[in-house]
């Protein structure tokens, strides 16, 4: 039976994704590596969130569809990138982010920007999808589409439970 | 020559490449002097031309020159290293380094004091890395572009700055023609 890393991958090439960029969390650890080892996918490591969004800025103007892999933590460091580029601009931006600080979480100071993480995501409109059982993956196929249909920006928060602890 | 001047001297050689231009007054002024579709003009988000740049570069196969400031790439200065290991021979970053925060009002930067961005950018792993007086920019940039190889440059200049409209086109045009155009031209 394929993983939920594989699926997720799927789903990824599915929708003729082919330009990622990644800033790791242990969580994505594992969809991380296969990335690397997907060759229609081209993986840019990026060293902070904003910096990897410029790059997906670029790519999807240059008619390669974009994604970015990131922590939760990002959506502080990034908000004015959100609002003055890509959804100034209207690009379209599927981000698979692991929700650090939910249940299971063993680090105290995730917490801390897990309770800010929804209401951030709420105030700058960011269409977002919470995956806590590994069946809402189920929807990634239909998220991605809908990303790519309305050029926004969409979050797609992936817990602990979901990845089956750390 | 300060950073406008340097900019008009640049026309000829870039005016019919794409060109991703940083906030502020940079991008208001290619805007004022060659406006095209070519042109992609940040309104927000500092720092992130050579990014979007890079982004675009790895893309497609058109030149993309990114033209950037020191201190936006202060600002981002992770870019470098992320440059430097993801190689697209079809981009060039033009860093047009007037020591000066030179948007919100001149206020020096580290770039004009002790930290040299064409060491950092080398340091970074960075290969064809070219510093160059303001004088020389144009003819840089279009050796640059004949060397068919990723290179940055490191373009020093006075700092000061001209008065320029702001522009009032929206994004969504901006972002939209750009895309156009290079989709048409690697048709």
């Not at chain 2, 993801?86 to 380094?97: G, H, T």
């Amino acid at each position: 039976m394929a993983t939920i890393e594989d699926r997720i991958l799927a789903d990824f090439v599915n929708n003729d994704i082919e330009f990622v960029t990644t800033v790791p969390c242990k969580q994505l650890a594992g969809v991380i590596a296969k990335l690397e080892s997907c060759d229609s996918i081209y993986h840019i490591p990026s060293n902070k969130e904003d910096e990897g969004m410029g790059l997906c800025a670029g790519a999807f103007m240059g008619g390669k569809r974009p994604a970015i892999i990131m922590q939760n933590t990002a959506i502080g460091v990034t908000i004015n990138t959100l609002v003055t580029l890509t959804q100034y601009y209207r690009m379209p931006l599927p981000m698979l982010i692991s929700y650090r600080g939910e249940l299971g979480e063993p680090v105290a100071c995730q917490a801390e920007m897990a309770v800010h993480t929804k209401a951030l995501l709420a105030q700058l409109h960011i269409p977002t999808y919470h995956f806590h059982q590994q069946e809402d993956a189920s929807e990634l196929d239909a998220i991605l589409k809908y990303t790519f249909m309305c050029n926004k920006p969409v979050a797609i928060l992936t817990d602990a439970t979901f990845w089956k602890g750390y | 020559m300060i950073r406008s001047e340097v900019i008009k001297q640049l026309i000829p050689v870039i005016s019919n490449h794409f060109v991703v231009c940083n906030i502020g007054l940079p991008s208001q002024e290619l805007h004022m002097l060659d406006d095209q579709p070519t042109n992609f003009y940040m309104l927000g988000t500092m720092g992130l031309a050579s990014s979007i740049g890079l982004g675009l570069a790895l893309a497609q196969k058109q030149k993309i020159i990114a033209i950037d400031g020191d201190g936006s790439v202060l600002t981002n200065f992770g870019t470098l290293p992320t440059i430097a290991n993801n190689v697209a021979d079809n981009f060039i970053l033009l860093i047009i380094d007037n020591g000066s925060y030179g948007s919100t009002g001149d206020q020096p930067t580290y770039a004009g004091q002790k930290t040299s961005l064409a060491a950092v950018a080398s340091a970074c792993g960075c290969e064809n890395v070219i510093e160059c007086q303001a004088e020389e920019a144009a003819q840089t940039v279009q050796q640059a572009l004949d060397s068919n190889q990723m290179t940055i440059i490191v373009c020093n200049c006075e700092s000061g700055n001209i008065k320029v409209p702001v522009i009032e086109m929206d994004p969504v045009v901006i972002r939209d023609r750009f895309m156009k155009k290079l989709e048409q031209r690697n048709a």
